[in-house]
C-alpha cells in the first residue's frame, strides 16, 4: 500500500493554484509578516535578536517564524488546530529569498505548505493536542511541502522531505506551567526543520515515507487517537488557505468566540454589576485556557476567565488588556466566571469554535449571547480593510513607521512576476 506521506505528496502535486488561491494566500502572508515585524517589539523577540547578533545557530526561517508566534494573533486551522502561518510563510520566504524566487512562486510554495500542515494536523486526534502543541508537531510537514514547491522536488525527495519533517517533530504543552517562552520556540524550529527537511530531500537525503503510519513513527508515538484518512480525504476541497481563520485579538483563539460574545453584552451591561458569567463552550477550549487567576501577561492570553471578563467590562480586548494593572482590575470579575462543557459546541469542534456567554447581574437580569463561529473564521471573516489595518497596527508594533509600502508589496505578490519585498526585522535582516 502506497505510504502516506507519499500520497499526500501527490494529492498536493496534483491540486491546480488559482488566482483566488494565491489571493488568499497573500492576505496570510500579510497577516503573517506583519505578526514577525511586530514580534520584535516584545521581550522574547529582543532575546532572539540579541542572540542572533551573538551569533546563536538559526536562521532566517527560524527567526521569522519565532517572531510571528510571540503576540499571539497569528492565524489558525481550526480542524487541525494548528497555526500554518507561523510555520509556513517563514520556512517559504527564507527559502525564497535565497532562491530569488518571485511573488506568485513563493505563494504557491505557502499553499502547498498551508496544505500539509494542515491535513496532518487534522489527522492527529484530540488526545495528541492535550500533551503536543500542534503547530509544533504538525508545522515541520508544512515547511518541507513549501520547500518542495520551491525546489521543485520530484515525488521520491517530496516524500523523503515530508517523512524527515516528521522524524524532527516535537514540541510540549509544559511551557504553559510557567509561562516560559518555549511556545516561540515551537514555531520557529518547526520552520526551520520544514525548510531543512526539503533542502536535503533535494540532494537525495531520504526520509522514511511511512514517517505517519509506520510502527515506529509519529501516530505510534504521539497520537493514542489518530485518524490517519484525514491526511488524504476530500482531495478536491478548496485549498486550506480558504479554511484558515485571522484572529482579531491578540490572545489564544479557543478565547475568542467567548471574547466576541461578551463584547456584544458589554454595551447591555452599563454600570450594573455582574453576579455570575456562565461561559458554555468546548472541551478543549477549557483544558487550554482554564486559568481564573493569571498570574502572567501571557497567562492570561490564556484565560477565558481573564478575556471575558476584560471584554465585558471594557467593551474591548487589545494589548493592553493583559498586562499587570489589567490583571489586577480584572481580577474579581474573572473569579465570577464559571466555565463548563456544553452544547453544540462541544460536538461541533473542531470543525467551528463556538461559544455562549450568559451574565447573571446582580439585579437578576439575565443576558445571553452565542457564537457559533468565532469572528476572523471563514464564516465570519474579517475584510480585506480589517486585514490591512490589522497589519498597519502590527507593523507600527514593530518600527515600521510607513508600512504601508511593504504592506502593498507583499498584497501584489499574486502578480506575475512580482519580486519579493524585503523584510526587515527590526534594525537587522535577521
Known sequence: MTAIAR???RLIAAKPVTGPDLEAAALLTLDALANAVAGVNSQPGGILLKAHAAGAPFGRAFMIGALTHIHETDDLHRASVVHPGCVVVPAAWALAERLGADGPSTLKAIIWGFEAACRVGASVGPAHYRIWHNTATCGPFGGAAAGASLLDLSEDAFAWALGNAGTQSSGLWEFMTSSAMSKHLHAG?????????????????????TILEGPKGFYAGLCPDPKPGAVTAA??????????SIKPWPCCRHTHPAIDAALELSPQIGNRAISRVLVETYGAAIDVCDRIHPDTEYQAKFSL???????????????????????DRHRDGAAK?????????????PVHWGTGVKVTLSDGVELAASRHDAKGDPEAPLS??????????????????????????????????APLPSLMLGTVRA
Open 7 to 9: 500520497q499526500l505528496a
Open 189 to 209: 524550529r518547526a520552520a526551520e526543520s520544514g525548510q531543512l527537511a526539503a533542502e536535503l530531500a533535494g540532494q537525495a537525503f531520504t526520509g522514511p515515507e
Open 235 to 244: 482531495p478536491q476541497a478548496p485549498w486550506a488557505v480558504h479554511d484558515t
Open 305 to 327: 476567565q481573564h478575556t471575558v471578563a476584560a471584554a465585558l467590562a471594557d467593551g474591548v480586548v487589545d494589548f493592553t488588556s493583559f498586562d499587570a494593572a489589567a490583571r
Open 337 to 349: 466566571v464559571v466555565l463548563s462543557k456544553a452544547e453544540p459546541y462541544a460536538s461541533a469542534y
Open 384 to 417: 480585506r480593510a480589517d486585514m490591512v489595518a490589522k497589519a498597519t497596527m502590527l507593523m507600527r508594533l514593530g518600527g515600521y513607521d510607513e508600512p504601508q509600502p511593504l504592506i502593498d508589496a507583499i498584497l501584489a505578490m499574486p502578480k506575475a512576476n
